[in-house]
């Protein structure tokens, strides 16, 4: 089986959004799409209830609309169905520990914001693969084509070489540049009444800039197509 990017999917417009985003990146790079809705199963219903008051039917419903839909757009694409008789969480770190990457929907509450809950946090911070976050109105209106471009942030004091991969590779798989940008601390001792000592502030901002040219230029060569810019700051 070809390696798997997964989408979480809990019926809202912002998953179907994750699911749309997810299979273009999926058939971009030749991945196989999982479609993966989790949830605790009920009792069974009593017989002859309607499919339409069975929550079993509503959980599998979720799969086969997404699923349905997807296979319209990309008729190529495989496309695996996953119901998970699990919490969210577990179910959601387990599938992105054996994915290339993990999307999930988000709900912006403004322009430029994402609105994370309880579970997307968890996803986001404890997951060991790149976790994406699709919101339904920028899904819907594509991306801005002012500033369209894949930003990087990086830590200097470890390996990067993962995110240096998946970074690069995004932005090369798309034709947009690549952005590289480290936040560093300011010394106490650079702190002045009226601000922060510009010449320390100064130095220290040169020798990050360094230590991530130093750190980009080996990817730079790997990826000669891609354009960007590195921005270290205080």
Known sequence: MKPVLTVGLDGS?????AARWGAAAADRQGLTLRLLHAWIPLAPGPRGVSAESDQHHWAQRILHDAHVEIHKRYPVLSIVEDLVADDARPALLTAAAKSRMIVL?????????????STSMDVVSRAERPVVLVRASLEETGPSPVGNC????????DPCDELFEFAFSAAHARGVPLRAVHGHEVPVQAHMPWGVDAEVAAEITDKAQKKLRKQLRPWRKKFRGVRGDQSPHP
Do not use: Q
């Open 105 to 117: 929907g988000s709900r912006g509450l403004a322009a430029g914001s994402y609105f994370l809950g």
């Open 13 to 17: 417009p912002e998953s179907l959004a």
């Open 150 to 157: 894949v930003v990087v942030g990086l830590s200097l004091r």
